[in-house]
Nanobody, 121 residues
């Protein structure tokens, strides 16, 4: 059974930091592109960051609004995805979702239930 379980969300003041984790099970973690999405109230789900598979070098990509502040990483031995978020802004407030996407078989696309991140003073 495929599972993606996010953790690490919460309430933080502007300028603060959070580290999100996504524990994966039930599939071959290292074969999947791993991504973080977010969805703010009244807005569409947005791709925040992605990390490719180790076979192609584990390259990373970010949406412009988080470049230089967020860092995505993966630990393939622990089957865990991370998102280090620094210098948080109120506009980063959203539910953050972990996504596993197979690069060669698009039907294999899995989602976690999300974790709430609220940036407010």
């Amino acid at each position: 059974q495929v599972q993606l379980v996010e953790s690490g969300g919460g309430l933080v003041q502007p300028g603060g930091s959070l580290r999100l984790s996504c524990a994966a099970s039930g599939f071959t973690f290292s074969s999947y592109v791993m991504r973080w999405f977010r969805q703010a109230p009244g807005k569409e789900r947005e791709l925040v960051a992605a990390v490719s598979t180790p076979a192609v070098g584990g390259s990373t990509n970010y949406v412009d609004s988080v470049k230089g502040r967020f860092t995505i990483s993966r630990d393939n031995a622990k089957k865990t995805l991370y998102l280090q978020m620094n210098s948080l802004k109120p506009e980063d407030t959203a539910v953050y979702y972990c996504n596993a996407h197979h690069p060669a078989a698009v039907r294999y696309d899995y989602w976690g239930r999300g974790t709430q991140v609220t940036v407010s003073s």
